[in-house]
């Protein structure tokens, strides 16, 4: 070395070794005191090295170092050496520490086996007890054993008799069994998984979760325990007080009883289920939205209201559909049919009873076997069975058509009995003979028989009538005009059979062969009989979306075992976090 350092740790190492002075330029220095100083250099790295592979394991994991023991000595058990570890056990591995009686440790695999009285502590924050465990340093996996292993992280107690825990993601698993106990919930299933950190469990096998206000039954669901939101990947009963929910996908806060729910669900209470592709209930609020083949079904008088978007309103009674939206009263044999753009339901509550009211607004159209009607809006008062037509209504039943500012009809065992047209009134009856008999006036009262045939007609204001006289072998004999300011007409198999009149009649018979097209009919004669609605035009597409009458059933739940695992008494120590608030979807 010419030149070489007077200074530093090489300088220092070749100084101690020849005493060569400090400074001596020019100079070259014998080749085996480099060889020495090159050694130097390469010693320290390594040492540094060593030190560092000190705690390190054969499979690159932090070996379990021992913290106490009463005793502690070597065997060999199977051929393999171990270290046997008694009374009052600790040992700990980073943030992880174990408690035991008694332990086997293998440092060269870094796992150990603990027996009696075991606890795994990480952080402070999760706590395992049970009776035997087996722990692998490397991958830092614990399965713990015993009649009664539970874990604690102090926002819920989990209790099962065999648990896997990985300390590194934070995931404990179950197989046979287990009970979740917070604050507020208890939960069973059949084999779980929990993540201690996100606190958000995954249940699988005859699921439920019991709470003062509702209990959950399902065979698959994710639950967060800080949230409370339980959301569902299989068919779920929710069963709360006057409330059943069953869902197939969505979600359920216990908490503050808010559904979301996706897929075909159910909302089922004391007297009416709601139905829908997409259902957010709230049930303290009692509000309902429902999206997609709705179907609202009022059992207490059998009837249906079916549409694409619905909004149900509990506290206040009120139930409204649109969207293709249609009726179907089943309370009879013959069932009634009303379609509108918008159907709204309305409960009033009395003491003694429940009044419902039925209303339709817009191109309402309506369809019995008997009879049949359009009009613009239409009040139907179910418990009196009867209806209101307003604006431009217009009737049909058998060979009869009515018209009026408004129309109101009364039913009895499901058939129309009385028909009263109010303003611009106009009858119009189709004889045997396809004649027109006709009447009008301010007010027309008609009374039906059995067969839903005109029986009796009570014309009242500015009374006018046609109607063609027949004989007992129903030929025409000639056509009647009658005007007056009362008038009733009886009828028998749609024909005229006696006339009376209230005040001095003006009355003209004319002759068969002098009745022309100008003098049979009324002024504001209109036979509409093209827009008599049929059951296909009323029903149409409206029931495109249901393959049938909707029925509700509920979703197959596996039934619980017949030994289910029993919930320790111990409790929970810490309080559970506040849960964040769930809003309903609009």
Same mark, same amino acid.
């Given at each position: 070395?010419?030149?070489?350092?007077?200074?530093?740790?090489?300088?220092?190492?070749?100084?101690?070794?020849?005493?060569?002075?400090?400074?001596?330029?020019?100079?070259?220095?014998?080749?085996?005191?480099?060889?020495?100083?090159?050694?130097?250099?390469?010693?320290?790295?390594?040492?540094?090295?060593?030190?560092?592979?000190?705690?390190?394991?054969?499979?690159?994991?932090?070996?379990?170092?021992?913290?106490?023991?009463?005793?502690?000595k070597s065997v060999v058990i199977g051929g393999v050496s171990l270290k046997k570890l008694m009374g009052n056990v600790a040992l700990q591995q980073g943030n992880v520490q174990l408690f035991a009686d008694l332990v086997l440790?293998?440092?060269?695999?870094?796992?150990?086996?603990?027996?009696?009285?075991?606890?795994?502590?990480?952080?402070?924050?999760?706590?395992?007890?049970?009776?035997?465990?087996?722990?692998?340093?490397?991958?830092?996996?614990?399965?713990?054993?015993?009649?009664?292993?539970?874990?604690?992280?102090?926002?819920?107690?989990?209790?099962?008799?065999?648990?896997?825990y990985n300390l590194s993601s934070h995931v404990a698993y179950y197989t046979g069994g287990g009970t979740i106990v917070d604050k507020q919930s208890t939960l069973t299933s059949r084999e779980g998984t929990y993540n201690t950190?996100?606190?958000?469990?995954?249940?699988?096998?005859?699921?439920?979760?019991?709470?003062?206000?509702?209990?959950?039954?399902?065979?698959?669901?994710?639950?967060?325990?800080?949230?409370?939101?339980?959301?569902?990947?299989?068919?779920?009963?929710?069963?709360? /007080?006057?409330?059943? %929910?069953? +869902?197939?996908?969505?979600? &359920?806060?216990?908490?503050? @009883? $808010?559904?979301?729910? =996706? *897929?075909?669900?159910?909302?089922?209470? /004391?007297?009416?289920? %709601?139905? +829908?592709?997409?259902?957010? &209930?709230?049930?303290?609020? @009692? $509000?309902?939205?429902? =999206? *997609?083949?709705?179907?609202?079904?009022?059992?207490?008088?059998?009837?249906?209201?079916?549409?694409?978007?619905?909004?149900?309103?509990?506290?206040?009674?009120?139930? =409204?559909?649109?969207?293709?939206?249609?009726?179907?009263?089943?309370?009879?044999?013959?069932?009634?049919?009303?379609?509108?753009?918008?159907?709204?339901?309305?409960?009033?509550?009395?003491?003694?009873?429940?009044?419902?009211?039925?209303?339709?607004?817009?191109?309402?159209?309506?369809?019995?076997?008997?009879?049949?009607?359009?009009?613009?809006?239409?009040?139907?008062?179910?418990?009196?069975?009867?209806?209101?037509?307003?604006?431009?209504?217009?009737?049909?039943?058998?060979?009869?058509?009515?018209?009026?500012?408004?129309?109101?009809?009364?039913?009895?065992?499901?058939?129309?009995?009385?028909?009263?047209?109010?303003?611009?009134?106009?009858?119009?009856?189709?004889?045997?003979?396809?004649?027109?008999?006709?009447?009008?006036?301010?007010?027309?009262?008609?009374?039906?028989?059995?067969?839903?045939?005109?029986?009796?007609?009570?014309?009242?204001?500015?009374?006018?009538?046609?109607?063609?006289?027949?004989?007992?072998?129903?030929?025409?004999?000639?056509?009647?005009?009658?005007?007056?300011?009362?008038?009733?007409?009886?009828?028998?198999?749609?024909?005229?059979?006696?006339?009376?009149?209230?005040?001095?009649?003006?009355?003209?018979?004319?002759?068969?062969?002098?009745?022309?097209?100008?003098?049979?009919?009324?002024?504001?004669?209109?036979?509409?009989?093209?827009?008599?609605?049929?059951?296909?035009?009323?029903?149409?597409?409206?029931?495109?979306?249901?393959?049938?009458?909707?029925?509700?059933?509920?979703?197959?739940?596996?039934?619980?075992?017949?030994?289910?695992?029993?919930?320790?008494?111990?409790?929970?120590?810490?309080?559970?976090?506040?849960?964040?608030?769930?809003?309903?979807?609009?």
């Amino acid at each position: 070395v010419k030149n070489g350092p007077s200074t530093g740790f090489l300088g220092l190492v070749l100084r101690s070794k020849r005493h060569v002075p400090p400074d001596l330029p020019g100079k070259f220095l014998p080749l085996r005191m480099i060889q020495r100083a090159f050694r130097w250099l390469l010693f320290v790295p390594l040492l540094l090295l060593a030190v560092a592979a000190l705690g390190q394991a054969p499979g690159g994991g932090k070996l379990v170092n021992i913290q106490r023991a009463d005793s502690l000595k070597s065997v060999v058990i199977g051929g393999v050496s171990l270290k046997k570890l008694m009374g009052n056990v600790a040992l700990q591995q980073g943030n992880v520490q174990l408690f035991a009686d008694l332990v086997l440790q293998n440092e060269a695999r870094n796992t150990l086996q603990a027996f009696g009285n075991v606890r795994i502590i990480q952080a402070d924050s999760v706590t395992i007890v049970g009776d035997t465990a087996t722990y692998n340093g490397n991958t830092r996996f614990a399965r713990m054993t015993g009649r009664t292993v539970i874990l604690n992280d102090g926002t819920v107690t989990l209790t099962t008799r065999r648990l896997d825990y990985n300390l590194s993601s934070h995931v404990a698993y179950y197989t046979g069994g287990g009970t979740i106990v917070d604050k507020q919930s208890t939960l069973t299933s059949r084999e779980g998984t929990y993540n201690t950190e996100s606190k958000l469990f995954t249940y699988r096998g005859d699921v439920r979760i019991v709470d003062p206000q509702s209990t959950i039954t399902a065979d698959s669901l994710r639950y967060s325990s800080l949230s409370k939101d339980a959301f569902f990947i299989a068919p779920a009963k929710i069963v709360s /007080k006057g409330d059943t %929910l069953y +869902a197939n996908d969505g979600s &359920y806060n216990v908490t503050n @009883q $808010i559904s979301n729910f =996706r *897929g075909r669900s159910t909302v089922r209470t /004391k007297d009416f289920d %709601l139905t +829908a592709d997409t259902l957010n &209930y709230d049930k303290p609020t @009692q $509000i309902g939205i429902a =999206r *997609g083949n709705v179907v609202f079904n009022a059992r207490r008088d059998s009837t249906l209201l079916t549409g694409q978007v619905g909004r149900y309103y509990g506290n206040q009674g009120l139930t =409204r559909v649109w969207g293709n939206a249609l009726m179907r009263n089943l309370r009879q044999r013959d069932t009634l049919y009303l379609a509108a753009d918008t159907l709204v339901s309305r409960e009033i509550y009395q003491p003694r009873d429940t009044l419902r009211r039925l209303y339709a607004y817009r191109n309402v159209l309506i369809f019995k076997r008997d009879f049949q009607g359009k009009c613009d809006s239409l009040a139907y008062y179910v418990n009196d069975s009867t209806l209101y037509f307003y604006k431009k209504p217009i009737l049909w039943s058998e060979g009869n058509q009515s018209e009026g500012d408004s129309i109101r009809l009364m039913l009895k065992n499901g058939k129309l009995n009385v028909m009263v047209l109010q303003g611009k009134a106009f009858a119009i009856a189709l004889d045997t003979l396809k004649q027109f008999n006709q009447m009008k006036g301010r007010r027309i009262t008609s009374y039906l028989n059995n067969d839903t045939q005109l029986d009796r007609v009570f014309v009242e204001g500015n009374a006018e009538s046609i109607y063609f006289a027949l004989d007992d072998k129903q030929k025409l004999i000639g056509m009647n005009r009658v005007e007056c300011a009362k008038m009733t007409l009886n009828f028998k198999a749609g024909a005229v059979r006696r006339i009376a009149f209230v005040g001095k009649p003006e009355s003209a018979l004319t002759p068969p062969r002098q009745i022309t097209a100008e003098n049979r009919e009324l002024d504001g004669f209109n036979w509409r009989i093209k827009l008599r609605p049929t059951r296909e035009q009323v029903i149409g597409q409206r029931l495109a979306g249901f393959s049938s009458a909707p029925k509700i059933r509920p979703p197959a739940v596996k039934p619980a075992p017949k030994k289910p695992f029993v919930v320790p008494k111990k409790k929970a120590k810490s309080p559970v976090r506040k849960p964040a608030k769930a809003k309903l979807i609009q």
